[in-house]
């Protein structure tokens, strides 16, 4: 659960091939993974899409991130498009290997995957990097009390 001051903002769900309790152990798995977010309030979709490219860089050294820009603005572009995520709705971010980051948003996939390799790596640092969104929900993703 993402809580903003007191107010519960989304429900994410971190889905691996294996159970893993480090952020090291989650970037180590080769296999496909997922982030699910389930919207417990209205959202400007373009002010999330601004908030993950923060948190992103926030997260990650800035000459990396700088490589990352064009999947980053694809992402944020893909928020715009849809102006809300209502309560209830939600969105899914997959790293297919082989194929990309496939973002889908109320089941719908939005267009062509992200090919650039680091890009679901960088996502993660949201809730797994050294400055995750919310402590909490980082130690729930992996598991831990």
């Known amino acids: ?6 107010f519960k903002v989304y429900a994410a ?3 691996l091939e294996q159970k893993a309790s480090t952020p090291a152990e989650v970037q180590d798995q080769s296999g496909p ?24 860089e926030d997260n990650m050294d800035k000459t ?4 990352l820009i064009p999947g980053v603005l694809r992402m944020s572009q893909i928020f715009s498009d849809h102006k809300r995520l209502l309560a209830g709705e939600e969105f899914t971010v997959d790293l297919i290997p082989g194929t990309g980051v496939q973002v889908s948003v109320k089941g719908i996939p939005q267009g062509e995957p992200i090919r650039e390799p680091a890009f679901f790596s960088a996502l993660l640092g949201i809730w797994l990097g050294p400055q995750p969104a919310d402590w909490n929900l980082r130690n729930a993703l992996l598991g831990k009390e």
């Open 33 to 56: 993974k997922r982030i699910r977010v389930a919207m417990l309030r209205d959202i400007n979709s373009a002010e999330l899409g601004k908030l993950f490219s923060r948190g992103m």
């Open 1 to 6: 659960m993402r809580y903003k001051a007191v």
């Open 13 to 15: 769900g971190l889905y």
């Open 64 to 67: 990396a991130f700088t490589q």
